[in-house]
């Protein structure tokens, strides 16, 4: 995908130097380049909704609630937390620096594509995002992205109520769930596959049109995902091992260094599990029952790193399209976010197709996926790093209550 950027980015600003606004190159735009672009954002926005189901359901299914109800309690509560903090400092960082903003002929010429760039209507109160979450509806929820979230908290609960029910029944329907699950990550894979000429595509159509203008606040966005996973890692994850977990910070990332690289190489949560595990009984020496069941959880629900970049890439983008969001909406970014973290595949560029439903649900012009596809993957690996670091920064505090105040020498035992 980062040969894909370049390609397009470098062919699409030859093109704006060389001929640009020319009846050739619209016509290389119109008809070749644009609709290989839409076709792959259209492949992306065909999974959102099963696969936001699918991921959900498993996700929380997978907790056996009803016997480690405490350990369940603790990690979920931290998760939400956390989430919430990560989210946060992303919204936080992106609303001070505003790196989107000055990108007024962007939003001309996606309207020139046919694609209408809408304000959401600023007037919707507290209230009435609090009943919409809950769909009458769930099939029609799933069929408009506007309303995503209510199949998003109808997942959850869904998920609870699986996580509960203990019959031959549920068993085979919660393999049925996993198989489409399975099914699905193999379409991604595939769609992945597409991904370079489709982000060549779109950097093309755009760069042929506006230059190198675009690539600044690309640059200026990265600047600020980077310094928002940063600041989330080195300073919350800090304070929570120390302040939740009775561990000293320094200890702490020296133990989990091996994680965090190989998360960084694969950036996947799933791959790195074993890693993690290994990490959280040698290095840590945290209670074995506590470590499998934090990690094994967090792999599919603590993904703060996520959380934080769906946050601020659907921010940025909006910025960049000129769609205005008020307060009100920018709390549903932020719960989107955070149930979303949770709902994520732990593969990589598996938030994909949640930024795109975001976009979707605001009004942002979904060419601009796009721009985040050609840097993704190094934002990828770092976010992962991030996500794993929190699944360990989570059992450490998970374990805090379940033996001697010790962490960081492992003596003692469970309680």
């Known amino acids: 995908m980062l040969i894909g950027l370049a390609v397009g980015a470098g062919a699409g600003i030859a093109v704006n130097l060389a001929a640009?606004?020319?009846?050739?190159?619209?016509?290389?735009?119109?008809?070749?380049?644009?609709?290989?672009?839409?076709?792959?954002?259209?492949?992306?926005?065909?999974?959102?909704?099963?696969?936001l189901f699918a991921a959900l359901v498993i996700g929380?299914?997978?907790?056996?609630?009803?016997?480690?109800?405490?350990?369940?309690?603790?990690?979920?509560?931290?998760?939400?937390?956390?989430?919430?903090?990560?989210?946060?400092?992303?919204?936080g960082l992106v609303n001070?620096?505003?790196?989107?903003?000055?990108?007024?002929?962007?939003?001309?010429?996606a309207n020139a594509m046919g694609?209408?760039?809408?304000?959401?209507?600023g007037g919707q109160s507290a209230v009435d995002f609090i009943v919409g979450m809950?769909?009458?509806n769930v099939l029609g929820a799933a069929g408009n992205n506007a309303r995503l979230l209510g199949l998003i908290v109808f997942s959850i609960l869904f998920g609870l109520a699986l996580a509960f029910t203990r019959t031959p029944a549920a068993d085979r329907l919660r393999e049925l769930i996993q198989g489409l699950y399975d099914v699905l990550m193999k379409l991604i894979e595939g769609i992945l596959w597409f991904a370079p000429f489709g982000v060549a595509a779109?950097?093309?159509?755009?760069?042929?049109?506006?230059?190198?203008?675009i690539l600044q606040q690309l640059g200026a966005y990265v600047a600020v995902v980077l310094a928002a996973l940063a600041l989330h890692m080195f300073g919350v994850y800090s304070l929570s091992v120390r302040l939740l977990g009775g561990m000293s910070p320094v200890s702490f990332f020296r133990?989990?260094?091996l994680a965090m690289v190989t998360a960084f190489s694969t950036a996947s949560s799933n791959a790195t599990l074993p890693t993690a595990i290994k990490v959280a009984e040698e290095e840590l020496h945290l209670p074995r029952h506590v470590s499998r069941f934090v990690l094994t959880a967090g792999s599919a629900m603590n993904q703060n790193g996520t959380a934080l970049f769906e946050g601020v890439t659907v921010l940025f983008l909006a910025q960049l399209f000129g769609v205005e969001l008020s307060g009100v909406q920018q709390l549903e970014v932020m719960v989107i976010c955070i149930l979303g973290g949770i709902g994520t595949a732990g593969v990589p560029a598996g938030s994909l197709p949640v930024i795109a439903m975001i976009m979707g649900l605001f009004?942002?012009?979904?060419?601009?996926?796009?721009l985040i596809l050609g840097v993704d993957r190094f934002l990828d690996m770092c976010r992962t790093s991030l996500n794993v670091v929190g699944d360990l920064a989570a059992a450490v505090y998970v374990a805090a209550g379940e033996r001697s105040p010790h962490p960081a020498t492992g003596e003692g035992g469970s309680a």
């Open 115 to 121: 694609d209408k760039v809408k304000a959401v209507e």
């Open 202 to 213: 779109l950097l093309f159509s755009m760069t042929a049109r506006l230059g190198l203008d």
């Open 134 to 136: 809950v769909p009458d």
């Open 363 to 370: 009004g942002i012009p979904p060419q601009g996926l796009g």
């Open 60 to 91: 929380i299914g997978e907790i056996d609630l009803a016997q480690l109800g405490r350990l369940g309690a603790k990690m979920f509560a931290y998760t939400v937390l956390i989430s919430t903090v990560a989210v946060g400092i992303g919204i």
């Open 20 to 51: 640009g606004g020319s009846p050739a190159a619209e016509w290389v735009v119109n008809n070749l380049t644009e609709p290989t672009g839409k076709i792959f954002i259209n492949l992306l926005m065909m999974l959102v909704a099963p696969l």
């Open 96 to 109: 001070l620096v505003r790196p989107g903003d000055g990108a007024e002929e962007l939003v001309a010429q």
């Open 255 to 257: 133990g989990v260094k």
